[in-house]
């Protein structure tokens, strides 16, 4: 079975410093990787997509993929207390068309 | 903008009725919408993809004739849950691909439905 892979937290971070959030997948036919970001009780949001290994940063936010390792992280610095949230790893495995979640890193910023 | 737009919100229906829920894309056009269910605690499961004019492909698992989908126009489709029953209480979201717009998908805000 295709699998995204997440340390679930909860992950305590203070406030002002760097968060990072991890994930692993099982498909190496996997070409689109995405973050969203999930307070409770409401649906997804888009943070960041990343298709080319490397970084690729978006203000606070910095995606790295590894295709080699099958491993994408995501990076928030300067972390505020409004980052709070659940964040979703999402994959889009190889033949597939929609997403395959993993579930999720339940961070916490302290002030 | 990505706008994508859900109703009801929220709706509580009773054992063996039938909801529907409604996906709009506002301000573009998508060929591709796809629902999810999310129960308590748990992520985001695929249940089935929608392809504008076609019919939808189900997730494994999935019974398609109690989940009736139908994607009537680039910006609308319509989930059907059917003689709904309490294990079918949970958070449905939709999402919407633009047209030649890669994989990025945009969720609507979801709608929670309670069957008593």
């Known amino acids: 079975q295709k699998e995204v892979e997440q340390n679930s937290g909860p992950l305590s971070v203070p406030e002002g410093a760097i968060a990072s959030l991890n994930c692993t997948y099982s498909d190496r036919g996997s070409q689109s990787f995405f973050w969203y970001r999930q307070y409770s009780g409401k649906s997804p949001e888009l943070i960041m997509s990343i298709y080319s290994n490397g970084d690729k940063e978006d203000g606070r936010f910095t995606a790295q993929l590894n295709k080699a390792s099958q491993y994408v992280s995501l990076l928030i610095r300067d972390s505020q207390p409004s980052d709070s949230a659940t964040y979703l790893c999402?994959?889009?495995?190889?033949?597939?068309?929609?997403?395959?979640f993993g579930k999720g890193t339940h961070l916490i910023i302290q002030p | 903008g990505a706008v994508v737009s859900q109703h009801p919100s929220w709706v509580i229906c009773k054992s063996g009725t039938s909801v529907k829920i409604e996906c709009r894309s506002l301000d573009f056009q998508a060929t591709t919408m796809f629902w999810y269910r999310q129960f308590p605690k748990q992520s985001l499961m695929l249940m089935a993809t929608?392809?504008?004019?076609?019919?939808?492909?189900?997730e494994q698992g999935v019974e398609k004739d109690k989940f009736l989908i139908n994607h009537a126009s680039l910006t609308l489709s319509t989930l059907t849950v059917t003689s709904a029953h309490p294990e079918d209480s949970s958070f449905y979201i939709c999402?919407?691909?633009?047209?030649?717009?890669?994989?990025?998908?945009?969720f609507g805000p979801g709608t929670r439905l309670t069957v008593l």
């Open positions: 999402a994959v889009v495995i190889g033949g597939a068309d929609g997403l395959t």
């Open positions: 929608s392809n504008e004019g076609s019919k939808a492909t189900y």
């Open positions: 999402s919407a691909r633009k047209v030649a717009g890669g994989d990025t998908q945009y």
